[in-house]
Each structure stands twice: as structure tokens, then as C-alpha cells.
């Protein structure tokens, strides 16, 4: 695959997590209550980067969950016959919290509803808002994030790629062609 843009680099990365971490201390009025959980894989790091902004900011120390969705994905079938799962680590109870759920993309919303199930079976959150580094369009489900680092128009038939240090030795967006 080509790459056709880079739309992201290491600076822009970090003011978009640091502008969605302001946004996040306002729309809940600070930081009491509050729990992120990254969607494993680069969901992950990005949901520890805004715990360390969030943290930095307020004071306070925000807790930081992983979130398997592996099997509460709906093209699992189509996927492989034998899937990776890795372990779901949410330390702490998410009944009534206001959590926050992170992601790198949002694309057809797939993704955040099997997270959606996923956290359904551990507790009762007393919200859930999504955050994504890109929203790139195409929704199949009626889902929006309510924070967004970037938005960028994609074609179907094009890629968006964030690639970040602890997955892949750099942060950057990229768009690919296929």
C-alpha cells in the first residue's frame, strides 16, 4: 500500500490530546468519578496519554483500563477460525462512573458498539463517552463520538493508519491507498 497523505505528526497528536483532554475535564464539570478505558490495541496508549494529560491539568490521578473486544465483535466469524484474545485489565468497578472509552478511529462504529457490549457485562457506567484521535466517516451505526482529535474525509476505498511509539515506533496519522 501507498501512502498517499500524512495528515498527523507528533506535535499534532499531542494538541489534539491535550485540546480532548480540556474538553473532557469541562463537559464533566472536572474529574470526580472518572475512569478511561482504551479499546486494546492503540486505543490503549492513547487512553494512557489522556490520563497523563487529564492528571497534569487537574491534579488528580484518572484510573486507566484495557478493553478486549476480540469476541464481542460482529465479523469475528469472518475474521479467522481462531481468534487472539487478549486480557480485558479494568482494576476498579465502572458502576456509576463517567467513563470515558478511547479509541484511535472511528470508521463504521462497529468497533465502539462491541465495546459498548463488552462493557455491559462488567458493570452499569453512569455514562460512556467516546473519544478518537481520527473520526474518518462511513458510519453503518448510529454512533458519534463525543470527542474528536481530527476529522478527515476518507474515500471507502482508502486507509487511515495511526501509528503510535508503543505499537509502532512513531506517531503519526497517514492515509494509504490501497
Avoid: C, W
Avoid at 91 to 97: R, S, V
Amino acid at each position: 500500500m501507498e501512502e498517499k497523505a500524512r495528515i498527523m505528526d507528533e506535535q499534532a497528536i499531542s494538541r489534539a490530546l491535550i485540546r480532548i483532554s480540556h474538553e473532557i475535564i469541562e463537559k464533566n464539570k472536572g474529574v470526580a468519578n472518572l475512569v478511561i478505558v482504551g479499546i486494546r490495541r492503540r486505543g490503549v496508549p492513547l487512553a494512557r496519554k489522556l490520563a497523563e494529560y487529564i492528571s497534569s491539568i487537574e491534579g488528580i490521578k484518572v484510573p486507566v483500563g484495557i478493553l478486549d473486544i476480540t469476541l464481542y465483535r460482529d465479523d469475528l466469524s469472518s475474521l479467522t477460525s481462531q481468534p487472539v484474545v487478549h486480557k480485558t485489565e479494568i482494576p476498579f468497578k465502572i458502576t456509576d462512573k463517567k467513563l470515558i472509552l478511547v479509541d484511535d478511529v472511528v470508521y463504521t462504529g462497529r468497533t465502539a458498539r462491541a465495546a459498548l457490549d463488552a462493557l455491559a457485562d462488567l458493570g452499569r457506567a453512569r455514562t460512556i463517552q467516546l473519544a478518537v484521535l481520527i473520526d474518518r466517516g462511513h458510519r453503518e451505526l448510529p454512533i458519534r463520538p463525543d470527542y474528536v482529535g481530527k476529522n478527515v474525509p476518507t474515500s471507502r476505498e482508502e486507509i487511515v493508519e495511526v501509528r503510535l511509539k508503543e505499537v509502532d515506533g512513531e506517531n503519526s496519522v497517514v492515509i494509504l491507498k490501497r
